[in-house]
């Protein structure tokens, strides 16, 4: 294990600069994961770190050691790709297998290694299989196999579930997080998708264009984000910002904001069915998707502009109906004209 700290780093290729002064500190043994949209910058810092991509300003350092002018194979780290890179001659063993011997491992210390890291990931009966001959699921485990044995300091993922269908996503996404468990191990971890990172994160930092939007815990960046935009990326469906100047403002009844606030935020979740008379706002229901546990219900408010209210689904609601809603005042977002959070 080792913790991972990164001072004012800068990315530019050519005259484009694409990371913009990134500080951050990564504890040891912490599972950090990387989020953001595609084009953010998450990528090349993780391939930065594993040095794979030269740094254009600052400095990394990696268990207190500055690793700037350090080549990638002696950092202390392995990557998990989201290709799995695996050699498609070699069998599983010769795939996990690979690092160790050409580093002269003794055949006893590899076979121990990689037989050990195989029970981890319980594919120990796949040892003479082709690459070609594994699921999809399979071959990440190999992947991640061969990233085991190599006991690093820093494990990083670059998205790597992305290739697999909807199912194996989730269940290697448990695999990894018990990984974690088990080797207590400094993770750091890429995904655009911000479900993988609420769920798998000690910590995620939220990248935008290259700059850190905020760092916290899953439940931090739900509940108390820092701007509009980590308050929009992270939840599924995504908060509903209504503006409290525009022309939705005639939805809204019986709201109290802040000073300087210009819109209000509220989760699809923290909707609920009111009465007339006693809701916070009003809109008709366009369309409903009715998800067998709930209803995602989505409500003009005028002029095209549409929210999202994940419901009850024994709610008595039709498509065309004008609908009343309410939700706690613990639940409300507030921001500023630039999209600041207002507390």
């Known amino acids: 294990m080792a913790d991972v700290n990164l001072k004012s780093i800068r990315k530019t290729y050519d005259k484009t600069e694409v990371v913009h002064g990134v500080d951050l500190d990564i504890n040891s043994g912490e599972f950090m994961v990387f989020v953001g949209p595609s084009g953010c910058g998450k990528s090349t810092l993780l391939r930065m770190i594993a040095g794979l991509e030269e740094i254009t300003e600052g400095e990394i350092s990696i268990g207190g050691e500055v690793v700037n002018n350090i080549i990638a194979a002696e950092r202390g780290v392995a990557m998990v790709f ?173 709201i109290q904001a802040p000073n300087q606030s210009t819109k209000i935020g509220i989760r699809p979740e923290h909707f609920c069915v009111a009465s007339k008379g006693s809701s916070k706002l009003q809109g008709t229901v366009r369309h409903i998707e009715n998800l067998g546990e709930h209803l995602l219900c989505y409500i003009n408010l005028g002029k095209d502009y549409e929210i999202t209210a994940k419901l009850d689904v024994g709610s008595e609601i039709n498509v065309d109906e004008v609908i009343q809603l309410d939700w706690q005042k613990s639940h409300e977002h507030f921001f500023n004209s630039s999209g600041i959070s207002i507390d």
């Open 82 to 254: 989201q290709s799995y890179a695996l050699y498609p001659h070699m069998t599983v063993f010769d795939n996990m297998a690979f690092a160790l011997k050409q580093s002269k491992t003794p055949k006893d210390e590899i076979q121990e290694r990689v037989t050990e890291a195989a029970k981890v990931l319980q594919i120990e009966t796949l040892f003479e299989r082709l690459p070609k001959q594994l699921s999809g699921g399979q071959r990440q485990r190999v992947a991640i196999g061969r990233a085991i044995v190599r006991d690093p300091k820093v494990f990083l993922f670059d998205e790597p579930l992305s290739n697999l269908d909807a199912a194996l996503r989730v269940q290697t996404r448990i695999e990894i997080a018990k990984l974690h468990s088990q080797l207590t191990a400094t993770m750091i971890y890429v995904t655009h998708d911000q479900v993988e990172a609420m769920t798998l994160a000690d910590r995620i930092v939220v990248l935008n264009n290259g700059v850190i939007e905020q760092v916290g815990t899953p439940i931090e960046l739900y509940n108390s984000p820092k701007n509009q935009f980590v308050a929009e990326f992270i939840g599924s469906p995504k908060m509903n910002i209504i503006d409290l100047e525009g022309e939705q403002k005639s939805s809204l009844m019986n």
